[in-house]
């Protein structure tokens, strides 16, 4: 199963944000080769985070000092948002071991780069996750591999919200389908990942459609990206 399969599955199974804050670290963590995590939603004007791999002593100094991290942070989320995926020490060069963000958060627990990632819905953010490296920094392909995921942890952050009543209620199965027609994935593809046959797959999205009172799968993305919150 790939990572963006597994997002999907982690989104539908979990119940609220602060499980799936927890479920996708522990999934993404191990595949970026990360020690440290960190995933922030954004929830009615709130951030709520989830922290994986620090101390509660070291927890707690952070967020005491948070606003003055988060100042450093900025730079770097504004890249993250525009290129998928960014790392502290590519936008903030020698300027990194001045900033709080390294002098708080990552020099005492020997962190010595930080990949961040920025889910969004059309222009707003979802949220923010951080990833951690102690003694190394993130390779070309763990950043790459991290811009491709953003669509899948885009779709992972909405689906917690509640349904809408613009939409028919929906099985697992068809929001499934309709999630992987947001991550532009083919007839074919979706048929792979879901280990049945191309024209099995072709038949449900007829169904969906129909459901929908949509032509196609344009239509479709459309219709759900109109109903916010949809799961």
């Given amino acids: 199963m790939n990572l963006e399969h597994a997002l999907l599955e982690v989104a539908h199974e979990a119940k609220g944000t602060s499980e799936l804050r927890e479920q996708v670290l522990a999934l993404l963590c191990p595949a970026l080769e990360a020690e440290i995590g960190f995933f922030v939603t954004l929830e009615g004007g709130r951030e709520l985070r989830t922290l994986r791999g620090l101390r509660p002593g070291h927890v707690a100094k952070l967020d005491a000092v948070w606003h003055s991290v988060r100042c450093d942070v900025q730079p770097v989320k504004e890249q993250a948002r525009r290129d998928g995926a960014a790392t502290d020490r590519q936008v903030l060069g020698a300027r990194l071991a001045r900033t709080r963000l390294f002098r708080e958060a990552m020099a005492p627990v020997g962190g010595t780069e930080t990949l961040f990632v920025v889910p969004t819905s059309g222009a707003r953010v979802l949220g923010?996750?951080?990833?951690?490296?102690?003694?190394?920094?993130?390779?070309?392909?763990?950043?790459?591999?991290?811009?491709?995921?953003v669509p899948a942890l885009s779709l992972a952050c909405r689906a917690t919200g509640s349904s809408h009543d613009?939409?028919?209620?929906?099985?697992g199965a068809e929001l499934d389908l309709l999630d992987y027609l947001e991550l532009g994935w083919g007839t074919r593809q979706i048929a792979e990942a879901r280990g049945t046959s191309f024209f099995t797959v072709r038949n449900q999205l007829s169904a969906l459609y129909r459901r929908l009172d949509v032509a196609n799968r344009a239509e479709a993305i459309g219709r759900r990206r109109g109903a916010p919150g949809t799961r």
């Fill in 128 to 149: 923010m996750l951080a990833f951690g490296r102690c003694g190394g920094t993130f390779s070309s392909a763990a950043v790459a591999s991290a811009q491709r995921l």
């Fill in 166 to 171: 613009s939409l028919p209620i929906l099985t």
